[in-house]
């Protein structure tokens, strides 16, 4: 599967970004979908993730409360909805594919990665 992301920008402290991620394929729904995030010189770390049916949801403790994860299995299309951003946001974010929920925190378990889209939050 391919995945494209889209949606970043800049945006003031306190304001919202919904980002995408579009998939190729006809296995999207087979998939469980994450989100990434990496801050310059840092390393890429979990934000959130969505099952295969988008029943479970996950979210980082740094996150939780103020972003939303969705997908629309018909639409081959997953959402990060961001809200209340923080400076400490500011960020590449990256959408994945991977194969178990189980393991939806987990970087490694990811099979398939979008290119990234900057999201830079200024206070």
């Known amino acids: 599967v391919q995945l494209q992301a889209s949606g970043g920008g800049l945006v003031q402290a306190g304001g919202s970004l919904r980002l995408s991620c579009a998939a190729s394929?006809?296995?999207?729904?087979?998939?469980?979908m994450g989100w990434f995030r990496q801050a310059p010189g840092k390393e890429r770390k979990f934000v959130a993730a969505i099952s295969e049916s988008g029943s479970l949801t996950l979210f980082a403790d740094s996150v939780e409360g103020r972003f939303t994860i969705s997908r629309d299995n018909a639409m081959n299309t997953m959402f990060l909805q961001m809200n209340g951003l923080k400076p400490e946001d500011t960020a590449v974010y990256y959408c994945?594919?991977?194969?178990?929920?189980?393991?939806?925190?987990?970087?490694?378990?990811?099979?398939?990665w979008g290119q990234g889209t900057l999201v830079t939050v200024s206070s």
């Open positions: 994945a594919a991977g194969d178990l929920w189980r393991y939806s925190r987990f970087r490694d378990k990811y099979r398939y």
């Open positions: 394929g006809r296995t999207f729904s087979s998939y469980t």
